[in-house]
Protein backbone atom coordinates (compact mmCIF):
# COMPACT_ATOMS: atom_id res chain seq x y z
CA UNK A 1 0.00 0.00 0.00
CA UNK A 2 1.08 3.57 -1.18
CA UNK A 3 -0.11 6.54 0.30
CA UNK A 4 -0.49 9.60 -2.25
CA UNK A 5 -1.78 13.43 -1.90
CA UNK A 6 -4.23 14.50 -4.38
CA UNK A 7 -4.83 18.08 -4.67
CA UNK A 8 -8.54 19.19 -6.00
CA UNK A 9 -8.15 22.50 -7.77
CA UNK A 10 -11.63 24.05 -8.53
CA UNK A 11 -11.59 27.06 -11.04
CA UNK A 12 -14.21 28.94 -12.58
CA UNK A 13 -17.02 28.33 -9.94
CA UNK A 14 -20.89 30.11 -11.19
CA UNK A 15 -21.28 32.22 -8.26
CA UNK A 16 -23.15 32.83 -5.13
CA UNK A 17 -27.17 32.59 -6.68
CA UNK A 18 -27.87 29.98 -8.60
CA UNK A 19 -31.95 27.65 -9.15
CA UNK A 20 -32.94 29.88 -5.60
CA UNK A 21 -30.27 29.44 -3.94
CA UNK A 22 -28.35 33.31 -2.87
CA UNK A 23 -25.53 31.65 -0.87
CA UNK A 24 -23.67 29.07 -2.79
CA UNK A 25 -20.62 27.07 -1.47
CA UNK A 26 -18.57 24.16 -2.76
CA UNK A 27 -17.05 21.90 -0.67
CA UNK A 28 -15.53 18.29 0.05
CA UNK A 29 -17.75 15.47 1.64
CA UNK A 30 -16.12 13.25 4.07
CA UNK A 31 -18.59 10.36 4.38
CA UNK A 32 -21.90 12.39 4.77
CA UNK A 33 -20.07 15.03 5.87
CA UNK A 34 -19.33 18.42 3.97
CA UNK A 35 -16.19 20.31 5.07
CA UNK A 36 -14.26 23.11 3.75
CA UNK A 37 -16.67 24.76 2.05
CA UNK A 38 -15.87 27.98 0.14
CA UNK A 39 -18.27 30.78 -1.42
CA UNK A 40 -18.72 29.86 -5.11
CA UNK A 41 -17.44 33.28 -5.86
CA UNK A 42 -14.11 32.21 -4.69
CA UNK A 43 -10.98 33.48 -7.55
CA UNK A 44 -10.52 29.38 -7.01
CA UNK A 45 -11.08 26.77 -4.20
CA UNK A 46 -8.75 23.94 -3.32
CA UNK A 47 -8.96 20.84 -1.82
CA UNK A 48 -6.50 18.31 -0.62
CA UNK A 49 -6.81 14.55 -0.34
CA UNK A 50 -5.29 11.90 1.48
CA UNK A 51 -5.83 8.43 -0.48
CA UNK A 52 -4.68 5.13 0.53
CA UNK A 53 -3.49 3.19 -3.03
CA UNK A 54 -3.60 -0.62 -2.64
CA UNK A 55 -3.04 -2.64 -5.73
CA UNK A 56 -6.01 -4.79 -6.53
CA UNK A 57 -4.68 -8.90 -6.56
CA UNK A 58 -5.73 -10.26 -9.89
CA UNK A 59 -6.54 -7.66 -12.00
CA UNK A 60 -3.20 -5.43 -11.59
CA UNK A 61 -4.85 -1.92 -11.55
CA UNK A 62 -5.08 0.38 -7.90
CA UNK A 63 -7.57 1.18 -5.50
CA UNK A 64 -8.52 3.95 -3.79
CA UNK A 65 -9.09 4.13 -0.18
CA UNK A 66 -9.52 7.38 2.08
CA UNK A 67 -12.07 9.54 4.20
CA UNK A 68 -13.34 11.13 1.27
CA UNK A 69 -13.21 8.28 -1.46
CA UNK A 70 -16.74 6.67 -1.87
CA UNK A 71 -18.15 4.46 -4.10
CA UNK A 72 -16.93 0.41 -4.91
CA UNK A 73 -13.51 -0.98 -5.95
CA UNK A 74 -12.89 -0.05 -10.09
CA UNK A 75 -15.72 3.26 -9.53
CA UNK A 76 -13.94 4.84 -6.65
CA UNK A 77 -14.88 8.55 -6.80
CA UNK A 78 -14.26 11.99 -4.45
CA UNK A 79 -18.06 14.00 -4.07
CA UNK A 80 -17.44 17.68 -4.68
CA UNK A 81 -20.78 19.32 -3.21
CA UNK A 82 -22.90 22.35 -3.68
CA UNK A 83 -25.12 23.67 -1.06
CA UNK A 84 -25.76 26.49 1.37
CA UNK A 85 -24.51 25.94 4.83
CA UNK A 86 -26.52 27.65 7.63
CA UNK A 87 -24.72 28.12 10.70
CA UNK A 88 -23.30 24.17 11.36
CA UNK A 89 -26.24 22.87 8.92
CA UNK A 90 -25.11 22.03 5.42
CA UNK A 91 -28.31 21.87 2.56
CA UNK A 92 -26.86 20.40 -0.46
CA UNK A 93 -28.57 20.69 -4.01
CA UNK A 94 -26.07 19.36 -6.07
CA UNK A 95 -22.47 17.38 -6.36
CA UNK A 96 -19.62 16.66 -8.65
CA UNK A 97 -18.49 12.86 -9.12
CA UNK A 98 -14.49 13.43 -9.38
CA UNK A 99 -13.97 9.59 -10.89
CA UNK A 100 -10.62 8.26 -9.29
CA UNK A 101 -9.92 5.38 -11.62
CA UNK A 102 -7.39 3.16 -13.62
CA UNK A 103 -6.77 5.28 -16.60
CA UNK A 104 -4.53 6.88 -14.09
CA UNK A 105 -2.87 4.32 -13.28
CA UNK A 106 0.53 6.12 -14.90
CA UNK A 107 0.07 9.26 -13.25
CA UNK A 108 -0.85 7.65 -10.05
CA UNK A 109 2.73 5.41 -10.55
CA UNK A 110 4.61 8.91 -11.15
CA UNK A 111 2.77 10.33 -7.93
CA UNK A 112 3.90 7.23 -5.69
CA UNK A 113 7.21 7.46 -7.22
CA UNK A 114 8.06 11.09 -6.98
CA UNK A 115 6.02 12.08 -3.51
CA UNK A 116 4.61 15.18 -5.71
CA UNK A 117 0.95 15.17 -5.17
CA UNK A 118 -1.65 14.35 -7.87
CA UNK A 119 -3.60 17.14 -9.15
CA UNK A 120 -7.16 17.47 -10.74
CA UNK A 121 -8.24 20.70 -12.10
CA UNK A 122 -11.67 21.07 -12.63
CA UNK A 123 -13.91 24.40 -14.09
CA UNK A 124 -16.89 24.08 -12.35
CA UNK A 125 -19.44 25.97 -13.96
CA UNK A 126 -21.31 24.30 -16.72
CA UNK A 127 -22.87 25.20 -20.10
CA UNK A 128 -25.48 26.94 -18.80
CA UNK A 129 -23.91 29.12 -15.96
CA UNK A 130 -24.46 26.54 -13.04
CA UNK A 131 -22.15 24.38 -10.70
CA UNK A 132 -21.15 21.58 -12.80
CA UNK A 133 -22.55 18.02 -11.32
CA UNK A 134 -23.37 14.71 -12.04
CA UNK A 135 -20.28 12.67 -12.76
CA UNK A 136 -17.52 14.31 -14.35
CA UNK A 137 -16.82 13.56 -17.95
CA UNK A 138 -13.04 12.82 -18.76
CA UNK A 139 -12.29 16.45 -20.44
CA UNK A 140 -13.82 17.85 -17.34
CA UNK A 141 -11.07 17.22 -15.63
CA UNK A 142 -7.20 18.05 -16.29
CA UNK A 143 -4.78 15.66 -14.67
CA UNK A 144 -0.94 16.03 -13.92
CA UNK A 145 1.43 15.57 -11.02
Same mark, same amino acid.
Given at each position: ??? #?? @? ?14 ? /? ?31 ? @? ?15 ? %??? =??? #? ?8 ? /? ?7 ? %? ?6 ? /? ?6 ? %????? @???? #???? =? ?9 ? %?? /? ?6
Amino acid at each position: MAR #IE @LEILCRKLPGLVCNGH /NNVRLGLQLGDEVIADVAADAAEAKFTVIIDVI @LSQGEHRFDFRGAAVHG %KPG =DRF #IYLSWGERHG /NVWQMFRRA %KLKITAPM /NLLVEQAI %KSGVP @LVAE #IDMT =DVKGGPICGSL %KT /NDVRWSV
